[in-house]
């Protein structure tokens, strides 16, 4: 535990900055602000690319495709893949999206769990982004890293091969707000392939800058059910992980579950059985 002084003097510190790193005036990734580069761009009619998080292998990382398929990627802008892309279309919701090859479905699971939470999602995914009014190329999201939030900024190319998402994809297809959002947070990670392993709680904690708790439902507490219940009542994000199964295969079982992968507690209600 940190000595007595150590919050106290955090709060001293970040006073001095004047709020910097706080919610209303987040932190700039990699220096790079948001206005000003959106700005600079529709001046000059140029297109933005992202020098730090630059569309190429390094950004994919390594072991998530054969050297062959590497070769096949192709990084396109949505206009590029469908007509009238859209940031969002009709809300945003968990049914929005589907995994694509990197094994993120616990950063998937935890956007699930956003989607119930307008609040906290509005946080980290500002809404006035738009393909069409004043487009230019480049959008940006919010997360809570290392006690601070940052701004993450990107641009809109996507890592394709035959002109199809191989990451996360929208189950409609003009929709690119999941896509956007799963590059941003590769960015402030290292590569989409540093996002191959995790767990609901590191993403949750990403969304909120809030505490997480973990239970073993083999070592429950008694009182498990009014934690769950509390939690529902206090707005928190929830997830779960099922355990593996005999090998390394997502496998499906009996009750439907599929094996050593994340999900989103959507609710908690107390039924008869």
Known sequence: MPPPGVCMSIMQERNKKEGVGSLANPEKHSNQDF????????????????????PDNNSIGDGLLSPGDMGRVVWLRPAKMVQNPDFIVDG?????????????????????ALTFQKDILEQVVPLKQSFKDNYCGIFHFRFWRFGKWVDVVIDDKLPTVDGRLIFVHSK?????????????????CGSYADMNLGTPSEAMMDFTGGVHITFKLTDAPSNLWDLLFRAVQSKSLMG????????????????????????????VKQVLY
């Open 35 to 54: 206005q000003q580069l959106k700005q600079y761009c529709l001046v000059r009619g140029v297109r933005y690319i992202d020098e730090m998080f630059p």
């Open 92 to 112: 945003l919701s968990r049914f929005d999206f589907g995994q694509g090859i990197v094994g993120d479905c616990w950063f998937l699971a935890s956007i699930g």
């Open 172 to 188: 409609t297809p003009n929709e690119f707000w999941p896509a956007l959002l799963e590059k941003a947070y590769a960015k402030v």
């Open 240 to 267: 779960c992980d099922t355990p593996q199964g005999e090998t390394s295969a997502k496998m499906v079982a009996p009750n439907g579950l599929v094996r050593g992968h994340a999900y989103a507690v959507t609710g």
